[in-house]
């Protein structure tokens, strides 16, 4: 006895170029100069194995895949899988399994450094794969219809260029902010201060990591942490921001 498994693959495409302007840094297991390098923030709705494979001009691809944060200067860190040639021709393919609820960033880059020139990634998977804008949102940020939000130990105060977000869009991205960090300090009160007053009862907070440096474990919950009802405001009351 067998079974015919019928299995839909949905293909996702991304294209982008690597030019002078670039970010550049020493790629993991490369030659210590400057790799130009894109990090790319991808998304998927459906938690499954996911494989991405890439064609270029630029000639000999190499792809890392991280799971939350990447930091170019310590590249091995929340690394997940890397690849150099996989995909035939000195193009890379990573094949990873990809949970709903967090945030990958892809990282592609070129064998040798200094090299240029456009490139095409191309995601195949049980769901489709949402490939974030480069550029659009920075280092412990995430991107939601077209803004970028952060949590921050800031005390009710947003950096210029962004707002409180709201409760609605906070718990639309809650789950996004695990793997990601405080955008500049550690919180001092977890409960967190949205555009609505903290006195509305209903309050988001961090109830597994309160207080304490990230990776962020999970993103807040409502009424989290005990923080129904709190209406108080601290030096560093945790705080949530969103791009204007
Ligand atoms: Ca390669």
Redo the contacts with the bound molecule.
Sequence with gaps: MFYIESISTIISNYSSELTVNSEQYSRLGGFGGDNYYQAIPIRVNTTGTYTFTTSSTIG???GYLYQGNFYPTYPQYNIITQD??SSGN???RLTADLRSDITYILVFTT?EPQRTGSFSISASGPDYVFFHTVGSCSVNEVFYQNHCYYLDGNGGQCLPGYSLGSKTILSQIASSFTGLNYKTAVSDNCCVKTLEPLESYQNYGMSNQCNTQGPFTGGPTLNGGGCGGYTKLSARQLTFCGSN
């Design positions: 000999n691809t190499f150099d040639d000195q193009q890379f064998y």
